[in-house]
């Protein structure tokens, strides 16, 4: 244990970690929004076939349609192209970015509250769980990789 602490203290090399994640990020992004997805056509999949229930109606869908939307919009605006804005002077338009940001993390969380209130309306009906739940999945790993791209 004290070598791993020693090495992230003393040999921690910040400048190779930041090209690693600049390298690999984007990859890592994609899987987990891939994974978003195919968490919730799973849970399609599973509800139509393993429980034979019917098709789940499409309002069910709405919050990963959501999280992917916000998604897009956090990654409109860079973390560079931010500081470039607030080193600029203009209040008025750091304002606005900052604002713009402001307003996609909270749609992107309120996609998560949506799919946490669809999966608690599915289980109180005692139908369409797998939905439920591969939508607050879904949610959740479309959130990681905005926050792992962004």
């Known amino acids: 244990m004290k070598a791993l602490v020693d ?7 910040r ?11 984007g990859l890592v992004a994609g899987a987990f929004f891939g994974a978003g ?3 919730w056509a799973d849970a399609l999949v599973t509800q139509r076939g393993v429980e034979g229930e019917s098709s789940a109606p499409f ?3 709405w919050p990963g349609i959501i ?3 916000a998604m897009v919009l956090i990654n409109m605006l860079s973390k560079d192209s931010l500081q470039d804005i607030a080193d600029s ?3 008025e338009t750091n ?19 949506a799919s946490i209130a669809v999966l608690i309306s599915c289980t109180e009906q005692g139908q369409y769980v797998a939905v439920g739940v591969g939508s ?3 949610c959740g790993f479309i959130l990681a990789s905005a926050l792992i791209l962004w």
């Open 7 to 13: 090495w992230f203290v003393y040999d921690f090399d």
């Open 67 to 69: 999280a992917t939307i």
């Open 15 to 25: 400048e190779e970690l930041e090209d690693r994640c600049r390298k690999y990020g």
């Open 89 to 91: 002077g203009d209040e």
């Open 95 to 113: 304002t606005r970015a900052r604002l713009w940001l402001l307003c996609s993390f909270l749609l992107c969380f309120g996609s998560i509250a």
């Open 136 to 138: 607050v999945l879904q």
């Open 37 to 39: 997805w195919w968490s």
């Open 59 to 61: 309002k069910y869908a």
